[in-house]
C-alpha cells in the first residue's frame, strides 16, 4: 500500500505561483508513476502532470504547459507540482495520486488539497 500525504494549496491571484507536495510512504517508487489530477465542479477531471519516478519522464496537460512543472525528491519520497502564472481556470481540487506502471489506474490517491485562483 502507498499512503500520499498531500500538503500546499491555498488562494492565489491570477499571475501567482503555488506548489503542492505530496510525500509518499510505503514500497519503493521504482515501479511506479505518480501523477496530480484535478477536479472541478462540472468537470470530469483532468491529469494534470505525471512522472515516472525511475527515469524521470513526464507528462503535462496541454492546458498546463509551460506553466505547471513537476519533479520529485527521491531522497525524501516526495513528488511536487510547481504551478505558476495561475488563472482562475485552474481552480480545483487537486490530487496526488500513484499507479504501478504495468497497471492503467491510478490506485493510490491523496486526500485532496483545494487550489483557488482569484481573477
Known amino acids: 500500500q502507498v499512503q500520499l500525504v498531500e500538503s500546499g494549496g491555498g488562494l492565489v491571484q491570477a499571475g501567482g505561483s503555488l506548489r503542492l507536495s505530496c510525500a509518499a510512504s510505503?514500497?519503493?517508487?521504482?515501479?511506479?508513476?505518480m501523477g496530480w489530477l484535478r477536479r472541478a465542479p462540472g468537470n470530469d477531471g483532468e491529469r494534470v502532470a505525471s512522472?515516472?519516478?525511475?527515469?524521470?519522464?513526464?507528462y503535462y496537460a496541454q492546458s498546463v504547459k509551460g506553466r505547471f512543472t513537476i519533479f520529485r525528491d527521491s531522497a525524501q519520497s516526495t513528488v511536487h507540482l510547481q504551478m505558476s502564472d495561475l488563472k482562475p481556470e485552474d481552480t480545483a481540487i487537486y490530487y496526488c495520486?500513484?499507479?504501478?506502471?504495468?497497471?492503467?489506474?491510478?490506485?493510490?490517491w491523496g486526500q485532496g488539497t483545494q487550489v483557488t485562483v482569484s481573477s
Open positions: 495520486a500513484a499507479r504501478v506502471l504495468s497497471v492503467g489506474d491510478y490506485s493510490y
Open positions: 512522472i515516472i519516478w525511475k527515469d524521470g519522464t513526464t
Open positions: 510505503g514500497p519503493t517508487l521504482d515501479s511506479f508513476a
